[in-house]
C-alpha cells in the first residue's frame, strides 16, 4: 500500500505530514519506526497524521522515529496549520491535537503561529516520580520541569559549547524522576530577549530544533527570572520566537519550508 506524504521543517526540526482524512490511518509503531529510520526510511523528528475532526480542521496524531507517540508537537502544527491554511485560502485554522484546540495564525515574514496552550507546572502534571517544586529539582545542575503536553527538564549553562548533549541526555531522559520520560533542554541566555538552546529529545535523540523544547526551556527561563516575555530561541537549525505572559498559552512562531512529497511503502 503506498501512502502519500510531505515532508517539511522549522529551524531544522523536520517532520513528515500524512493526510488521511476521509481514510483509514494505517500507522502503527512498527510503521512509525521504519518510515522514521533516516537510513532505510524517510527519516524524521516527528510524524504527524492528518485526521478527520468534528470540532477542527483536522485531528493531528504525532509519533517519534522510535515509534511512540506523543501529545504535541509545535513545528509540525504549524506545518500542518500552513498546508490546511494554503487550502482553504484562509490565515488562520483551528487544530485538534491531544494537547487540545490549538489555534494557528499567519505571522509576517511567511511564519506561522501557533498558541500551544497553558503549560503545565504541577509536579503531577509534568509527570515527577514523587511531589517537588518543579521550579528547582534535586538533580546536579538545578533544573526546572514543566508539561507542554509533553514533559520537559531545562538546565541553565554558562557556555553550552562545554556540553556534549548526545552524552548525558540518555541517562536525564530517563533520569527516575521521570517516570514518562523527559525531553532535555541546555539553555545558554544571552541576554533576557535571546537564548542559545540544545536539546535531548525524548524517543528522538538530538535535533536541530524543537517547537515544544523552545516553548518549555522558555517557560522556564522566564519563571526562574532569567527571560522577559518575548524571546529569540536559538537552535542549531535556526530560530523561532516564543511569547509567554507568564500566564495563559505559549505562542510559539518561525518560519516552516517544505522539503519534499512523494508516497511511502505501508505494509
Known amino acids: 500500500m503506498l501512502v502519500p506524504f510531505v515532508k517539511m ?8 505530514i500524512i493526510d488521511r482524512r476521509g481514510l483509514h490511518d494505517p500507522i502503527t509503531p512498527q ?17 504527524a497524521v492528518v485526521l478527520d475532526c468534528d470540532d477542527a480542521a483536522a485531528r493531528i496524531k504525532f509519533w517519534n522515529p522510535n515509534g511512540t507517540p506523543l501529545a504535541t508537537c509545535g ?18 485554522v483551528l487544530l485538534r491535537t491531544d494537547r487540545g484546540l490549538l489555534t494557528c495564525v499567519r505571522a509576517p515574514g511567511r511564519q506561522v503561529s501557533v498558541n500551544m496552550g497553558e503549560p503545565s507546572l504541577d509536579w503531577r502534571a509534568v509527570p515527577l516520580a514523587e511531589a ?22 531545562t538546565f541553565f549553562v554558562d557556555d553550552l559549547s562545554a556540553i556534549d548533549v548526545a552524552a548525558v541526555g540518555p541517562g536525564l531522559e530517563k533520569h ?77 512562531t518561525g518560519s516552516v519550508e517544505p522539503v519534499m512529497q512523494g508516497s511511502a511503502y505501508v505494509l
Open 132 to 153: 517537588m517544586d518543579t521550579l528547582v529539582l534535586p538533580i546536579e545542575g538545578d533544573p526546572a520541569a514543566c508539561s507542554m503536553g509533553n514533559p520537559h527538564c
Open 9 to 16: 521543517h522549522a529551524h531544522g526540526d523536520d517532520f513528515i
Open 31 to 47: 510503521i512509525a519506526r521504519r518510515l522514521g529510520d533516516r537510513h532505510t526510511g524517510i527519516g524524521f523528528n516527528q510524524l
Open 176 to 252: 527516575r524522576l521521570f517516570p514518562d520520560k523527559t525531553n532535555v533542554h541546555f539553555v545558554q541566555v544571552l541576554d533576557r530577549g535571546h537564548i542559545r538552546l540544545r536539546i535531548w529529545e525524548r524517543g528522538g535523540g538530538v535535533p536541530l530544533g524543537s517547537g515544544s523544547c523552545c516553548c518549555g526551556a522558555v517557560v522556564n527561563g522566564i519563571r526562574r527570572g532569567l527571560l522577559d516575555a518575548t524571546v529569540q530561541v536559538e537552535c542549531d537549525g535556526g530560530t523561532v520566537t516564543v511569547h509567554w505572559a507568564g500566564e495563559g498559552g505559549v505562542v510559539l
Open 75 to 92: 513545528s509540525a502544527t504549524r506545518g500542518v496549520a500552513d498546508r490546511l491554511m494554503h487550502e482553504a485560502a484562509t490565515d488562520s
